[in-house]
T-cell receptor, first 111, second 114 residues
Framework: GDSVTQMEGPVTLSEEAFLTINCTYT??????LFWYVQYPGEGLQLLLK?????DKGSNKGFEATYRKETTSFHLEKGSVQVSDSAVYFC??????????FGTGTKLQVIP | KAGVTQTPRYLIKTRGQQVTLSCSPI?????VSWYQQTPGQGLQFLFE???????NKGNFPGRFSGRQFSNSRSEMNVSTLELGDSALYLC?????????????FGPGTRLTVT
């Protein structure tokens, strides 16, 4: 079945460090790919998305490129801030509104 | 535009009881999906409703059921609660179009089963 694998956390970085959170997927067909973010005590928010191979999604300084050849969708940010501390979920969507999520990666940014 | 609302936000129930959770989607959205979030299993898809019809279902036992009303509001019911049902239940709404997966999540209902 469809699945998403993302790197284990927690990830601890100093402010202004470079962030990479790895995500790979397995899917039959051609999924759309997403990154969601969950701040403490809140629901998930869509961070960015890509709907086809080589698409790059970007938002709030975060970027991810849909790599069909490596079945990956790694999240990157050039300079993290304390306010980026949250749990990040990689997800794929295929079929009507059926979204499969990864297990989440907790990011902690220290001043 | 008001966001997705879920009620109640917190709930404590006893094993064997049943519970009903409610979700009101964003105005104009016709699709509502439900997820269970636990520390051990992460986010797991329960089911999705579109225009009062269940379109997708995850791998949960029949104790978990749902429905959607004509105004797109949705309810989820869990019967004969077990300790393992303790979780954050998230609802997400979207326009429900075939190629549109942008889901907007509510804050969740935290269910504790004792």
């Amino acid at each position: 079945g469809d699945s998403v694998t993302q790197m284990e956390g927690p990830v601890t970085l100093s402010e202004e460090a470079f962030l990479t959170i790895n995500c790979t997927y397995t899917a039959t067909g051609y999924p759309s790919l997403f990154w969601y973010v969950q701040y403490p005590g809140e629901g998930l928010q869509l961070l960015l998305k890509a709907t086809k191979a080589d698409d790059k999604g970007s938002n709030k300084g975060f970027e991810a490129t849909y790599r069909k050849e490596t079945t990956s969708f790694h999240l990157e940010k050039g300079s993290v801030q304390v306010s980026d501390s949250a749990v990040y979920f990689c997800a794929l969507g295929i079929g009507y509104q059926k979204v499969t999520f990864g297990t989440g990666t907790k990011l902690q940014v220290i001043p | 535009k008001a966001g997705v609302t879920q009620t109640p936000r917190y709930l404590i129930k006893t094993r064997g009881q049943q519970v009903t959770l409610s979700c009101s989607p964003i105005s104009g959205h016709r699709s509502v999906s439900w997820y269970q979030q636990t520390p051990g299993q992460g986010l797991q898809f329960l089911f999705e409703y579109f225009s009062e019809t269940q379109r997708n279902k995850g791998n949960f036992p029949g104790r978990f059921s749902g429905r959607q009303f004509s105004n797109s509001r949705s309810e989820m019911n869990v019967s004969t609660l077990e300790l393992g049902d303790s979780a954050l239940y998230l609802c997400a709404s979207s326009a429900g179009l075939a190629e549109t997966y942008e889901q907007y999540f509510g804050p969740g209902t935290r269910l504790t089963v004792t």
